[in-house]
């Protein structure tokens, strides 16, 4: 069914571009994604192969540092809805490329803004903001309300790219809502990341092709939900008659020691027998707990998560088994 609707996403080579981009296809929705020119081209959409929808979606090469790119793309697409996923994502690799993630995923976000106020003001956008702008938390439980702290780069970059969307919904009555979504995970999510390291490791260690797995702080908590459930928000962000803010998470903390447990568990595997702490993987500031509070998108989007840690960390255990065998 043809919605009539055409959808242009940033990041849609990143976990939650594919798993937005197949909702929106299964909702009727022309699909335009921003792909960053690559010398390996063959593997810039493997999660869109993943799940089946490669053919499905019209890529468009493009930066998000290219303004002019920008603003050519959007005239020529005319998108009812604009999704900034794109983003360099990885909080530790943010005090290695200070400037290029400040550069990407702050200024990228005016970039992209401007294209639209300038192209297609009566578009709605949805701005990808993060929990970590909470950093050291200033309340137990972080809410819409709560004061943020940021302690990264990464995290640095993304305030900025959270304010100047609210100042662009103020200043030019842009329908530019923000996210902030709490860490989200699925058999997609890239291998740095502490709960696909995790899930690839014990898979390696199940399958006779490692013996260890190595980690960092392992008591740092995190309130983690499934990309599946978290691009459903995004979505209902959008359908709103009025922009706003929303946080996004599950209300429930897990160390990583905790869900790390988990993936062992489902493997059959005893995790003191392989687990190593490296003090390397520590990071220069660390994020100590996050917690959110969901009250906001369930009254008012009627968003509710729908797969659980357990689930989600099985699956992923699955899938990376199923991959390297
Ligand atoms: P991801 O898998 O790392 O994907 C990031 C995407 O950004 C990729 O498609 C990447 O393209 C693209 N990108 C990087 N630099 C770019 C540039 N200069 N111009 C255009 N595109 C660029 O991230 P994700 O987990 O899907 O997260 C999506 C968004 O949500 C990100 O903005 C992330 O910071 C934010 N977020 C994520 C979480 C989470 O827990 N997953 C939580 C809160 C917020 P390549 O494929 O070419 O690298
Ligand atoms: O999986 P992580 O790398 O995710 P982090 O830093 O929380 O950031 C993710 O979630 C954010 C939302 O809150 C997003 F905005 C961001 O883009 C990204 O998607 O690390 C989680 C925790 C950290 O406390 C880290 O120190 O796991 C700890 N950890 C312990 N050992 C490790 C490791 N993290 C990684 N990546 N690798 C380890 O070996």
Known sequence: MDSGKTAFLTGITGQDGAYLAALLLDKGYRVT??????????????????????????????DLLDLSGLLRTIKEIRPDEIYNLGAQSFVKSSWQQPLLTGQVTGLGVTNLLEAMRIEAPEARFYQASSSEMYGLIQEDMQSETTPFYPRSPYAVAKLYGHWITVNYRESFDLHASSGILFNHESPLRGIEFVTRKVTDGVARIKLGKANELRLGNIDAKRDWGHSKDYVRAMWLMLQQDVADDYVVATGVTTTVRDMCKIAFEHAGLNMEDHLVIDQDLFRPAEVDVLLGNPTKAKEKLGWEPAISLEEMIVEMVDADLVRLS
């Open 33 to 62: 994604g921003l792909v960053r020119r690559s010398s390996t081209a063959e593997i810039n959409d493997i999660r869109l192969k993943w799940l089946g929808i490669e053919k499905d979606v019209e890529l468009i090469d493009g």
